[in-house]
Structures are given as C-alpha cells and as structure tokens.
C-alpha cells in the first residue's frame, strides 16, 4: 500500500495502518536525531515521543507534501525543548551545588579549627605507631593496596592483616578521641 494510503487510513482512526509509517521512517528519523544527540536512550525516546506526536496531530499532516520532512520538524522542536528542559535541570543543580557549598562552609565555620585539630591529633598518633603499624596503614589507606597485597608482603593471611589493621585503627581512633578531648580542657 502506498505511504499516502496508509497515512489517510491512520488519520481516519485505523491505528494498524500507522505501524508500516513508522518502520518505513524509523531508521533514517533515529539517524536524524542521532546527528544533533549522541545519546542512544535520548535518540529512542525522542523518536518515539516524535511518532506519537506525529499520530495525534495527523490532521495537522498536509496530504502530498513530505512527510518525511514533517517528522523531522517535529523531532527537531522535540529536541529544542528537551535540550532546554535539560538546560534549566543543569542550571537548577548549579543553583543547588553553590547552595550546599555555602551551607557546608557556613557549617565549617561554624565547626571552628575542629577537623584541623582532629588531623593534627591523627598525624600525631600515626607517629606514635611503631613502624610496621605505621607501614600497613599507610600502604593500605595512602596508596591504597589491597589486603591481599599487603598480606603476601608480609608473608601473613588476608585474615591477619584484617585484624591488625581493625586494632590499629581502633588505637588510633581512641589516640585521636583522648587527644581532642584534652585539648578541649
């Protein structure tokens, strides 16, 4: 059946005819889209929201002119409006990151010198280690390497060294609380 056939059959309701229309344009109408927007799920949602459109408003379709070219126009303003609506979306993030910025800063502020003080208190502490405690922690957090890694080195299991760096971390936590806490007195 000729294009112009089945197009007339879809305006007069019959939604079966409207099938063939879409998969004689399907592929150039995505190859079209896929110019303007690398996005391959973007590419498919615009396609189909522009088929949709075109089936709803196939009144508006002037028998014997290009249809082809018709849908394009309709995917071209399909994506104008989604690239401002993706526009407005990055704007308002923006707005929403300066937002937190300033929040978090004004949080910091108002934290005072505590976080320096906590880090200060942890280099200490980490002085305080012997040296293999303080090698494990640091290839293990600095670096980082994994456990695995770490064990073979030191011709221990995956187990061992978990444990270890469990205790060493609980000593330095408790190192950093007992420091912060005599220096608020």
């Known amino acids: 059946m000729r ?11 019959d939604v079966e005819s409207y099938g063939p229309v879409v998969a004689e344009f399907q592929g150039r109408l995505r190859a079209f889209i896929a110019t303007f927007c690398p996005d391959r799920g973007q590419v498919d949602e615009v396609a ?4 949709i459109w075109a089936y709803e408003h196939l009144g ?13 126009a309709i ?10 609506a993706q526009r407005r979306q990055v704007s308002n993030q923006r707005r929403y990151l300066a937002h937190l910025q ?14 320096l ?6 280099q200490e502490c ?3 280690l012997s040296d293999e405690a303080r090698r494990m922690i640091r290839r293990r957090y600095e670096q980082p390497e994994p456990i695995a890694a770490i064990a073979r080195d ?24 007992g420091r912060l806490a005599g220096a608020e007195s």
């Not at 189909?48 to 088929?51: A, I, K, S, V, W």
């Not at 508006?60 to 394009?72: D, H, I, M, N």
Request: hydrophobic share 45%; glycine share 6%; proline share 0%.
């Open 3 to 13: 294009l112009e056939d089945l197009i007339a059959k879809a305006k007069s309701g």
């Open 48 to 51: 189909q929201r522009t088929f």
């Open 60 to 72: 508006e379709y002037e028998a014997g002119t290009r249809f082809y070219s018709w849908l394009k």
């Open 75 to 84: 995917a071209r303003n399909m994506l104008l409006a989604e690239l401002e």
């Open 102 to 115: 300033v929040t978090a800063c004004r949080e910091d502020l108002a934290a005072g010198d505590t976080r």
């Open 117 to 122: 003080e906590a880090v200060e208190a942890l």
């Open 126 to 128: 980490l002085a305080e």
């Open 154 to 177: 030191l011709n221990r299991s995956a187990g061992g060294v978990k444990v270890t760096l469990f205790r060493i971390r609980q000593a330095l936590r408790k190192c950093v609380e």
